[in-house]
């Protein structure tokens, strides 16, 4: 065994000329030649440089401290001095070293201490040590006085570094010159043999000694070992050696002539195992047969083998295994190895900061040499760990890849090449930002670049198509490193513009239309010439190269200065787009057949996941609505909150495709050059529209709904024709063709219901509703889900228009409550939901709830209270309650007790997972369905509410208080939102505990940009419980003030926000009026402005007697703002009595003050609306007792 060891182990021994012994604050002399050749540390490939390496100090049997990068191949001593008594301090000094300040504990958890630990804190940042350095991990037991053993001990481990520790008992010991000449003789008699292995061994061991009196060295197996510790006469060696060959040694103590392990608490570092020792071969094939059981077809099979990988986490050297399977085990299956690496890349991805640094550096070298596999697959999995690693731990933090990565460019061929190539693209498609970012003076980008820009020429069409994908990557991003060469990037983008592989034009399209984006100064000058190449390329036989192409379309429409220059090419774009839209054969098989199938249960993968919405107060904008009974009237830059996941009536355009992108292109289009792509569009249109060919048919359907928005002026004198033709399509035998036709009618429906005379209702109104209530009931799901969605759309739009329709419309939803698998479902809550909002009151029937009701109770009695289906019908029930008004009594206390019931056993196991963090944690969801709910409850009921209050253990505010102060934002914002409910209808039960939900509600009345709805709905309560409170509220005005007058002048709230605020004020204003009007002066502009827009409503005629009372205070300080008061004022169309008399008394006061010039002068700076306003009939007894006067 030792002459296999030493055959791999070659002795450098480095002879110092010094004869002292270093001591602590001395330099200490590298173990290699000063001068010997490196390359610099760097994330890119440089010059090489003679550096002189700095010494590393590395005094643990861990091979978890090392850092092989900054450590050089060799032993450096460091002398510890004299270890003593773990029982007392030091006492003894030794002459030749400078001593320890107090004993030097070895073993778990020990360390350095005393000067020698000053001394790596002090070189630490100098040599590139972790914190960790330093730390002493040795099988050492010391008795009361320095021990002297007969024997050895050895520990053993992976062979990684190289440095010597030692501890001297002796004193006054000297060096032999004759043993340093010995060595010295041994070194110069090895070189040759050093010169022979450095061509068959695959590692290196050098080291070098300074020894003194007594000096005896045991190197069994050193050429193996990671760390071992050589004890002698009193003097303690920690050696740790450099090697890529793993081997085990056990090792026992032998001290004073009893042969015995070590005891006490440091025997566990006596005997162990290096974190690798290579593949166990039982190991390695049980593991092997579980990645094969997880790509089994037996289900039983999988899910065993899935449970073992799921045990097999908490194995340390688990990644080591897949790594090697993944690159090594090239006599397994590839579906085994790729399983190996998607496993492997899903624990970097999850748990890189978890993994040692050993390990790390494994997979690391690992997957680096499985991009030179011979399967593509491999490489392209092996790409993805290296990429994963890259993005968890930065560029920086690996950074050899990066060389490694170009220098396979460049010194590779074939498979490696490419391999390397993918890894490359991943890496700057995931971290585009991070490369382009200076690293010690110097940027990645600069030197990547211009190698992706001579790659554009490579005869290779995979590294072409791979070096223009890495160059896109840094477009959008405006790299300064591609900036610089951009002139370049666009001749090597021309140059590939016909070539022959798909996939390069592709990505030359793809740039384009980043550049179009990113640098349309660059674009400009060639754009003819562009513009003829994407539409050349629209029009391309691979699909993939004509979607490319088919975004510039959708790009330059949203370019204010290029776009006007596309309406010429309008007559050849338009047929080019139509034709796109037209379903492939490929895409007609994959979206199914014509088959029924409404009794076809639903596959869980096509259901999407359901998230709760939390309620938000808003008031409404004059103009904002379409005179219906219901409406929003949010402006769109108001939805702070607006949900990105929330399906909308584009849903057309879901899964992306080339069908999709040209219809979406035709949409912009059609919004840029109304009229003109109108022209050219209609007969195209006409041809589609009645072709005998359904795909093409169903293209030229939703074309039509393409161009809705854009053209609907133009397209409006066709409709009278076209809107019965459509009507009869719902009964075409393709449900593609029926699905779209819904879509299509639900973009024109507004025609439809803006219609007035009798005579166009029934004949068009009325065919619409009962052909999409036909399509709500079809035998088809896709029809099912269109038919539903354009009915919702037609809800919200014609809102009253519908009630005459209300027996037929509740009847269908009836039915198709009974009909719907899970996914329709939750769009036919939706749909109910927005007929609740939209005809709101008018839904408290009789007649509607004995419709309605029964199947919604039905639904919420058959699920479980942590059933997710419960979220969209809360959310619906939240709507029906608030319209049902009274008429939701007979089903309140269930409802209400359920609710309830969901939110004290959310909030305990909320409280219990606090406590242990090892349960499950229950979905918050929960919570913010369950406190909208209530909210429509306590809407519905008004102060009959406060007798379903009294009857909730616990009660509802104590419930309310913990979900106010959770660190959901949704889960506050319907917190506030039914604290503000409550407070109208119930503030009884507010009341006890008002000082403790003041104290929780003004904190969130802040504008931040993730709690916006937040801050809204806080306000928004707070103003309500001002109303309830009265001269009462006074204790919190100041603070609330604080608040509000900020968030009222900061112009870049939500307006909905501002809007609230404003409302509180001025109810804060009515009553507690004196503190409000000290700061007048401070909000009076913005708080007019604001509300000047609102439409007319109680909570606008509380604020505004709020100020008039507030002026009445402090008249002085609206001079200034005196013309912004008037212009609110006369935008009202019907304020209250006691508002109107206010209004009478403020304008007298202000006249009286004013001289009549000054008094004209100011009401010449008002709009002619405004002074119209102020001289209607609403305001004549003003008009005239200011003439009297």
């Not at 490939?45 to 010494?55: G, M, R």
């Not at 440091?266 to 190991?283: C, E, I, L, R, V």
């Not at 978890?354 to 991009?371: M, Q, S, T, Y």
């Not at 300064?480 to 990037?489: E, G, V």
């Amino acid at each position: 065994m030792s002459s296999g060891i030493f055959s791999r182990c070659i002795f450098s021994l480095h002879i110092l000329t010094s004869h002292s012994r270093p001591s602590v604050g001395m330099r200490v002399r590298k173990s290699v030649n000063a001068g010997y050749k490196t390359k610099t540390q760097s994330i890119f490939p440089t010059t090489e440089k003679n550096v002189t390496p700095p010494p590393t100090f590395i005094l643990s049997t861990s091979s978890t401290l090392f850092n092989p990068a900054a450590a050089p191949h060799g032993l450096l001593p460091f002398s510890a001095g004299p270890v003593k008594s773990l029982k007392r301090s030091r006492s003894d000094q030794d002459d030749e070293v400078e001593p320890l300040s107090q004993d030097v504990i070895m073993g778990d958890g020990g360390r350095l201490a005393g000067s020698q630990r000053n001394f790596l804190a002090a070189h630490r940042e100098a040599l590139n040590l972790p914190q960790c350095y330093g730390q002493v991990k040795a099988s050492c037991v010391f008795e009361d006085e320095c021990i002297s053993c007969a024997s050895e001990d050895v520990a053993v481990g992976t062979i990684r570094s190289s440095a010597r520790y030692y501890h001297d008992c002796s004193t006054g010991t000297t060096k032999s010159r004759l043993i340093v000449l010995v060595f010295l003789f041994l070194s110069l008699s090895l070189s040759a043999l050093l010169l022979t292995v450095m061509f068959i061994c695959r590692f290196w061991v050098f080291m070098f000694a300074r020894f003194g009196y007594g000096w005896r060295l045991l190197l069994a197996g050193a050429g193996f070992f990671d760390t071992f510790v050589v004890r002698e006469r009193g003097r303690t060696f920690v050696y740790v050696c450099y090697s890529e060959i793993p081997y085990e040694l056990n090792h026992q103590h032998t001290c004073n002539g009893l042969h015995s392990p070590l005891e006490g608490p440091f025997d566990k570092y006596h005997t162990f195992k290096m974190s690798w020792n290579g593949p166990d071969q039982a190991t390695l094939a049980q593991l092997t047969q579980i990645l094969q059981n997880s790509i089994s077809e037996s289900a039983q099979a999988r899910n065993a083998a899935n449970q073992h990988l799921e045990q097999a986490k908490s194995l340390p050297d688990l990644n080591n295994y897949l790594a090697y399977i993944l690159v090594r085990s090239t006599d397994q299956e590839i579906p085994v190895r790729s399983a190996a690496g998607l496993l492997l890349k899903n624990n970097a991805r999850l748990y890189y900061h978890d993994i040692a640094e050993p390990v790390l550096n494994f997979v690391k070298e690992a997957v680096l040499n499985g991009l030179a596999d011979d399967q593509h697959l491999i490489r392209s999995i092996a790409g993805n760990v290296i990429t994963t690693i890259v993005s968890r731990g930065g560029v920086i933090a690996w950074p050899e890849v990066l060389p490694r990565l170009m220098d396979m460019l460049d010194n590779s061929t074939g498979a490696t090449q490419e391999g390397a190539f993918s890894a490359l693209c991943k890496i700057c498609e995931d971290s585009s930002h991070e490369l382009d970012q200076d690293y010690n003076g110097q940027r990645p980008l600069n030197f990547m670049i211009p190698k992706f820009l001579t790659f554009c020429e490579n005869p290779n069409p995979k590294l072409r198509e791979n070096a223009i994908f890495c160059l896109n990557q840094f477009v959008m991003i405006k790299s300064q490193s591609l900036n610089i060469h951009i002139d370049s990037f666009l001749a090597a983008i021309f140059n590939l513009a016909t070539d022959t592989t798909p996939e390069v034009r592709k990505n030359v399209c793809q740039a384009l239309v980043q550049l179009l984006d990113a640098r349309p100064d660059k674009i400009e000058p060639n754009l003819n010439s562009i513009v003829e190449y994407m539409m050349y390329s629209t029009s391309d036989d691979d699909e993939t190269v004509a979607l490319e192409a088919c975004e510039f379309w959708l790009t330059i429409a949203e370019n204010d200065d290029l776009r006007l220059k596309l309406e010429p090419y309008l007559p050849r774009i338009v047929p080019m787009l139509l034709k796109g839209m037209i379903y492939t054969d490929m895409d007609v098989f994959a979206l199914g057949g014509d088959e029924d199938d409404a009794n076809v249960p639903d596959r869980l993968e096509d259901i999407k996941p359901v998230f709760a919405h939390g309620k938000k107060h808003t008031l409404q904008s004059q103009g904002a609505g379409n005179g219906n009974a219901g409406g929003d009237g949010d402006d769109d830059e108001d939805d702070e909150d607006y949900d990105d996941d929330e399906e909308d009536e584009d849903d057309i355009y879901a899964e992306w495709n080339l069908r999709k992108c040209s219809a979406a292109a035709l949409d912009v289009l059609a919004t840029v050059f109304p009229m003109s792509l109108l022209q050219s569009a209609l007969p195209h249109l006409k041809e589609q529209l009645f072709n005998a060919d359904w795909k093409v048919r169903e293209a030229g359907v939703l074309a039509l709904g393409a161009i809705a928005d854009g053209c609907m002026d133009g397209i409006m004198p066709h409709l009278p024709e076209i809107f019965p033709y459509l009507i009869s399509l719902l009964k075409d035998p393709k449900p593609l063709v029926r699905q779209i036709t819904c879509w299509t009618l639900g973009r024109y429906a507004r025609w439809a219901a803006a219609l007035t005379t009798e005579a166009e209702m029934k004949m068009y109104y009325e065919p619409l509703v009962e052909g999409l209530l036909r399509m709500v009931l079809d035998n088809h799901k896709r029809v099912q889900e269109a038919g539903c969605s354009a009915f919702a759309n037609l809800e919200e739009i014609s809102g009253a228009v519908l009630l005459p329709y209300m027996i037929p419309i509740l009847k269908s939803f009836q039915m198709a409550f009974q009909k719907y698998q899970h996914k329709n479902l939750l769009i036919l809550y939706d749909a109910v939901q927005t007929l609740a909002d939209s005809i709101g009151g008018a839904l408290n029937n009789s007649d509607y709830i004995n419709l309605l009701m029964p199947p919604l109770i039905e639904k919420w009695q058959a699920l479980a209270d942590d059933d997710r289906d419960l979220f969209p019908l809360l959310e619906c029930l939240s709507a029906v309650t608030a319209a049902l008004g009274s008429g939701f009594i007979p089903f309140a206390q269930p409802v209400f007790s359920r609710c309830i019931h969901i939110l004290s056993s959310t909030i305990a196991q909320l409280q219990a997972c606090a406590q242990d963090p090892s349960l499950e944690w229950p979905d918050k969801d929960f919570l913010i369905t369950s406190l909208d709910l209530l909210s429509g409850v306590v809407q519905a009921l008004g102060q009959n509410s406060s007798q379903l209050m009294l009857t909730s253990n616990p009660p509802v505010v104590q419930l309310l208080s913990v979900c106010m102060q959770d660190e959901v934002a949704e889960v506050r914002q319907s917190a506030y939102a039914l604290l503000g409910d409550m407070a109208i209808q119930c503030f009884d039960t507010i009341r006890p505990y008002i000082q403790s939900v003041m104290t929780e509600l003004i904190p969130q009345i802040e504008p931040r940009t993730d709690a916006f709805s937040v801050c809204n709905n806080a306000a928004w309560a707070a103003g309500e419980i001002a109303l309830q409170m009265g001269a009462e509220m006074a204790p919190w005005v100041e603070q609330l003030m604080g608040r509000l007058v900020p968030l009222l002048n900061a112009k870049g709230t939500p307006h909905t926000v501002r809007e609230n605020a404003a409302i509180t004020l001025g109810r804060l204003g009515l009553v507690c009026a004196e503190p409000v009007a000290a700061q007048l002066d401070q909000y009076a502009a913005s708080w007019c402005e604001v509300l000047a827009n609102v439409r007319d409503n109680e909570e606008k005629d509380s604020a505004f007697r709020g100020m008039c009372t507030i002026i009445s205070k402090n008249p002085n300080a609206l001079n200034p703002y005196f013309i912004q008061f008037c212009t609110a004022v006369g935008r009202w169309q019907e304020p209250s009595a006691e508002l109107a008399n206010m209004f009478h008394q403020i304008l007298i006061g202000y006249k009286s003050i004013m001289d009549p010039a000054t008094w004209a002068q100011s009401l010449q700076h008002l709009t002619p609306e405004v002074q119209a306003g102020l001289q209607n009939e609403r305001e004549r007894k003003w008009s005239s007792e200011l003439k009297k006067r």
